[in-house]
């Protein structure tokens, strides 16, 4: 059965860093776009960052260009969030998600999601 496990987040304070991860199993995600959305508490799921397979392209939402890097790690079937200078607007659970084509995961309609893991910047 086709997973995807997230892992990295925690509580940190404004202006520092973490790098969320997330790992593939139970399945081959070969040739899938893959990605992060976010939902903070009382707001709608939003989207974050995504890779293709190919690593040709990669999307990013505008509150988070310049601060996230998202990169993907074929050999260990993951792909990496770096988060640099947190603020308080990013705190949120994010979860990772996988599909044929970035389209659907910046629309919210990945075909594969994790189970999430929260984020909490303090100010």
């Known amino acids: 059965q086709a997973r995807l496990t997230e892992s990295g987040g925690g509580v940190v304070q404004a202006g520092e860093s973490l790098t969320l991860s997330c790992v593939t199993s139970?399945?081959?995600?070969?040739?899938?776009?893959m990605g992060w959305s976010r939902q903070a508490p009382g707001k709608e799921r939003e989207f974050v960052a995504a890779?293709?397979?190919?690593?040709?392209?990669?999307y990013y939402a505008d509150s988070v260009k310049g601060r996230f890097t998202i990169s993907r790690d074929k050999p260990n079937n993951a792909i990496h969030l770096q988060m640099n200078d947190l603020k308080p607007d990013d705190t949120a659970v994010y979860y990772c998600?996988?599909?044929?084509?970035?389209?659907?995961?910046?629309?919210?309609?990945?075909?594969?999601w994790g189970q999430g893991t929260q984020v909490t910047v303090s100010p």
């Open positions: 998600s996988a599909d044929g084509v970035p389209a659907a995961i910046m629309r919210g309609q990945s075909r594969f």
């Open positions: 139970g399945a081959s995600f070969s040739g899938y776009a």
């Open positions: 890779i293709r397979w190919t690593e040709s392209s990669v």
